[in-house]
């Protein structure tokens, strides 16, 4: 399991060391744990807080603030579990992680998503704190923000950011 030591550098002698990242594993794991906040944030806020709101009789705001803190935790948990169960049936070894840590680095799609997620949640806890501060509104903001990020992403790479922005200038235009 060498292969998979947080502190493995890229063996210069195979690779460029300007095309990968410096310590492949921590990009490859990051990138696992990162879709797992996401997915486990997504889910919560569509699924988890109308489900919990509705079975439990409560105030959809109250069902967020137990649902929302512990998803991105679910979420990245079954992430690295798969992880770990895909290694376990089919092992990366050194050049597959290499080359997944390759990829998710030069995928401005997956760096872009990731940024406005972290993006959502930084804001998210920026209006927490302000709003209603405690631990628990902090944390549910934080994965309501990554969320909203995600969603973010998906409306501007589907083009109807753009698509608005046209037609509020056509609409300018006109008066």
């Known amino acids: 399991?060498?292969?998979?030591?947080?502190?493995?550098?890229?063996?210069e002698s195979k690779y460029d060391s300007t095309?990968?990242?410096?310590?492949?594993?921590r990009t490859f794991v990051g990138h696992v744990a990162m879709k797992g906040v996401?997915?486990?944030?997504?889910?919560?806020?569509?699924?988890?807080?109308?489900?919990?709101?509705?079975?439990?009789k409560m105030p959809i705001s109250k069902a967020w603030l137990k649902v929302m803190p512990i998803v991105p935790i679910i979420g990245t948990i079954g992430s690295l579990s798969l992880l770990y169960g895909k290694n376990a049936t089919?092992?990366?070894?050194?050049?597959?992680?290499?080359?997944?840590?390759?990829?998710?680095?030069?995928?401005?799609?997956?760096?872009?998503?990731?940024?406005?997620?972290?993006?959502?949640?930084?804001?998210?806890?920026?209006?927490?704190?302000?709003?209603?501060?405690?631990?628990?509104?902090i944390f549910a903001a934080a994965s309501t923000g990554v969320a909203v990020g995600c969603a973010y992403y998906k409306i501007d790479s589907l083009g109807l950011l753009d698509s608005v922005a046209s037609q509020l200038e056509q609409m300018k235009k006109e008066t």
């Open 1 to 11: 399991m060498e292969e998979w030591d947080l502190n493995r550098k890229v063996d």
């Open 19 to 25: 095309e990968l990242p410096t310590y492949p594993v």
């Open 38 to 56: 996401q997915a486990g944030s997504i889910l919560g806020l569509a699924i988890g807080v109308p489900l919990i709101a509705y079975l439990r």
């Open 90 to 137: 089919t092992p990366f070894g050194s050049d597959g992680i290499d080359d997944r840590a390759f990829r998710i680095m030069h995928n401005k799609g997956q760096v872009k998503v990731d940024k406005y997620s972290v993006v959502g949640s930084v804001l998210g806890m920026g209006c927490a704190t302000v709003m209603a501060p405690g631990i628990g509104p």
